[in-house]
């Protein structure tokens, strides 16, 4: 058994229940609360003002995460050690005692030495997680409905903290001003949605720069976060897996941008004024076709146009779809906690507000389809990631606990649903005013034109060759060549040996991947090489099956 198998595995942050077997599912905790007053940490002025209702230590097994998930070869008594993969469950432990199940979609690995597990919560339609270990460290966040759940790593206790947050988060934006209906019209009248690209027809691999501020905890994980969350609600959505987004570089400011607005920091950005005066030789050396500020929220920020008494805090954008300005910024707190990271960069690939008007998105550029917008539910308690608050339709609430309306990691699709009802909109007719929203079919149009604003050097890489597959019990150990010029490889599996409906548990710097297959079931699984000039050809398809003992 190789070596590299003995790797980070979200089992770190694990606890065993005793009286279940290895091969059982879900059998440990995730976090458990410590059973002291003294576990209690007291939040501060500026967490309170962005909504952290409950703050505690929490008990977090890092034995777990340098010995892996183990099974026992009865054959040859070695041990092998494994990641976790798509469909592997984990119990989380809530404040207040209820217990939550998590199950893994996907890992993602964009960073050396960080890997990060994204899925759902069990049995809660929005509930969605995303989680990167680093160094024996945890950070990411669990959502289920209107709150989030934070868990970090706090140098000043040397003890990880769960963070109870309402996701009452951002201010109010005032919706763009209608103007008159023949305005659409003619927009209408030449509108239509495209069908579902087939894989490989279209290349929209979009390279990301962030740069953050010197004074951001975390950096490399929640710059893995972004990406592995912006990745999951292509993939989850559906759609063509070559539409993807990837780590161009993760580079300090060496500067905290304090007292900066937020609009200045993008103004900072347009204009090259320190401290970047080198974004443009930045983007050149990584070839990033966007960039993305993350920053500390801060709420003595107060003089801003913006958001006036609220201080630094949500994000903003440049542009739509415009290769002179691809630039975004977002608060450290608000980047995954409100999904504003994903929204900000939604923005560059030109993604407008529910209620910009046609004429409004099309100011931007021509690219922009007229329905590439987000969508608000028709009572206002939800929005899609392009959604916005606003005093009309998704309000923002300083009452907490915030009960009015939750961002969903899902874009507007008037194909598909949420609690009910059709998540986006279609019209048809000219007596509508057509605020029509299907961003997932504008993505798949826009995304290739933002893949190419900045050049890539190389071409999309070769196919990968199979180099083995250890088999133990469920555990299917898929390792295969690296490949000249990929910076990652997609692995997909389908329970259909035709690849109907495949799906990606994958995409990262790996080469070795474990595929869990239980008694009485099959997956089919494809891998390949990417970069930014898209995938390569899939590699040949595996046939993986449960095996009753280790080879």
Known sequence: MKNKYAILVI???????????ATQEPVEIFVEMENSSASAVPTSMLEESRGILSKNKVNVN?????????VQVVANLKKMVVDPDAGEGFLMQLPGGTVVTLITNRVHSYLKGVETYSGRVKDIESGHFTLSIENGKVFGQVNIEFMAYDISYDKGSKSHILSEIDLAKVPKHSPEPLSDVTTYKAALEALSFPTPLLSGSAIGTVRVLILYGSDVSNASTLASNIISEMNDTFFDDGMDPDLHVTLADLRNLNNDLDGVCKEDILEGMEDADSPFTNIATWVDDEDADVVLTIATTDPDVTNCSENGSYGRIGGQASALLDSTKPYAVTMDTYAIGDLTAVHELGHVLGGGHPTWSVSTLESFSDDVEPYSRGYIAGDGDWQTIMGAYDDNDCDFSTTLPNTDCVRLPLWSDPTKSYDSETRGVTYTSDTQVPYSADMAAALEIQMPIAAVFESY??????????DNVEKCFQHNIVEWNSVTNAENYQVLYSFWSSFTNPEVIYFGSNTYLNVRVFPNSTKYVKFRACNGSGCGAYGSQLTLTYNSFCN
């Open 11 to 21: 089992s770190s942050v694990l606890l065993s229940i005793s009286g279940f077997a």
């Open 62 to 70: 890092v034995q777990a995460l340098l010995n892996g998930s183990s």
């Open 457 to 466: 050097p190389y071409s999309a890489p070769g196919t990968p060759s199979l």
